[in-house]
């Protein structure tokens, strides 16, 4: 087993964590295809709240204390009763090592009975790529390892498609600026057909996030997106994992 290394031996979190779980729905299939962990304060404070005490002097206590809490919560809250996956999003900047860094993952993962092929570990474009090495050396770590890696927000942040022309993942997921409005939006509709198409001759998921209208769950349906998360299906859920509801077909005019 790799041994720790210096960051987590240094570095301490001085504040609670909890979690909420939002689905991503497989609409084809009508069940929940994995649950995202989304960081919380212990009494349910929203994760803007949380994120703006991470520093760099705590940033890896942090990324670490997510995973655990994301695990421990997701099995208290139900997931074992389920095949669902737990997407956890990780920090690529707060990562030293990743066989060092995943220990404490996996340790987690073995007390609570939770099948580690079951975990995904999407990294946001939001976080400036400080080491382009690096981050591909985590995604084909983790990878040998058997857990899924995803872009979340892909679209916007520091890369674009750059980024997936650098890292191979396994997911994307759409971020919600290019879903807002898309039936009503053309150039969006182009837009996302395009990376569509691109992310299928790479043997890529695509996930669209955000989804918020019926509207434009049926647009990004006709462009044939099979993954589905936001809060026209299902809010998140604070310590618990929600069920949710597909919208009604669109209505056909009889002329």
């Avoid at 090495?133 to 942040?157: C, K, L, P, W």
């Avoid at 349906?221 to 809010?235: C, P, V």
């Amino acid at each position: 087993m790799a041994t720790r290394c210096q960051g987590c031996r240094s570095e301490r979190l001085d504040f609670g964590l909890a979690m909420a779980f939002q689905p991503i729905v497989d609409v084809e299939a009508q069940r929940v295809f994995a649950f995202e962990a989304l960081a919380r304060g212990e009494g349910g404070e929203p994760a803007s709240e949380i994120l703006a005490r991470v520093t760099p002097d705590n940033r890896y206590a942090f990324d670490q204390q997510c995973r655990v809490a994301a695990i421990q919560g997701a099995v208290e809250a139900g997931i074992l009763g389920s095949d669902a996956r737990l997407s956890i999003n990780f920090l690529p900047n707060a990562v030293y090592s990743p066989l060092a860094c995943i220990q404490l993952t996996l340790k987690t993962a073995g007390e609570t009975g939770f099948p580690a092929d079951r975990l995904i570990f999407e990294f946001t474009e939001n976080e400036e790529i400080v080491d382009s090495a690096h981050v591909q050396n985590i995604i084909e770590s983790y990878s040998r390892m058997g857990f899924t890696t995803g872009i979340d927000d892909f679209g916007a942040g520091h890369a674009g498609l750059g980024l997936l022309a650098r890292f191979q993942t396994d997911l994307i997921k759409l971020d919600m600026e290019l879903i807002r409005d898309i039936d009503a939006s053309i150039p969006k509709r182009r837009i996302v057909e395009g990376v569509i198409g691109i992310a299928r001759s790479l043997n890529l998921m695509v996930i669209a996030e955000g989804v918020e209208t019926a509207g434009e769950y049926h647009a990004l349906r006709d462009l044939g997106i099979r993954y589905i998360q936001g809060y026209l299906l299902a809010r998140p859920g604070f310590r618990s994992l929600p069920d949710f509801t597909l919208p009604d077909p669109p209505q056909v005019e009889v002329i």
